[in-house]
């Protein structure tokens, strides 16, 4: 029988709160781009919810249907249309925000991490491979950008869907 002598590392426990705090401690140059630009989501999926409404008070003038009613009928689509292309605006300039956002988070950390790593001692650099720690910065900051990527074009906007819609059906239902 053979025994396992060596020591089990303890890795310590993963602290959501703790990870967004130093996450946004991080990004300190970038905060108030990132709070324009989630209000700025906000917005842009407030508007969204614009068309399917208009659609419903189209099919509802549709299935009670009358001939003097068509002038509202082509005005409700003329709306829907409209109101379809101010939101696909909105969202080309946030698209055009968060590609900003991240370019600019993305010179500040790297600049920031490689800075750090230019002053350390000539000893460091002699004793380490520093190489591979550039390739692990890199990649890091591309995780982190990736992260921010999926949040500002995925999470962020269905949170918002959810607490919207969610919103208006209670309003409706009542």
């Known amino acids: 029988m053979v025994q396992n002598n060596q020591k089990k590392i ?8 703790d990870f967004w705090l ?14 324009r630009l989630l209000f700025s989501i906000m917005l842009a999926e407030i508007l969204r919810l614009g068309g399917p409404y208009i659609l419903k008070i189209i099919i509802d003038t549709i299935t009670n249907f009358q001939a003097d ?7 409700l689509v003329f709306s829907m249309f409209f109101v379809n292309q101010v939101v696909s605006f909105v969202n080309s300039l946030n698209d055009k925000r968060i590609f900003r956002t991240n370019g600019e988070i993305h010179e500040y950390l790297s600049n920031n991490a490689y800075r750090k790593m230019l002053f350390l001692g000539l000893g460091y650099h002699e004793k380490e491979n520093t190489g591979n720690k550039v390739i692990r910065v890199s990649k890091g900051v591309d995780r982190i950008l990736d992260l921010l990527g999926y949040l500002f074009w995925e999470v962020i906007p269905t949170i918002w869907q959810i607490i919207f819609t969610t919103a208006v059906l209670f309003v409706v239902d009542w």
């Open 10 to 17: 303890k890795y310590p426990m993963f602290d959501p709160k």
């Open 22 to 35: 130093k996450l946004w401690k991080l990004l300190a140059p970038s905060q108030k781009p990132i709070k």
């Open 69 to 75: 009613k068509i002038s509202l009928l082509l005005w």
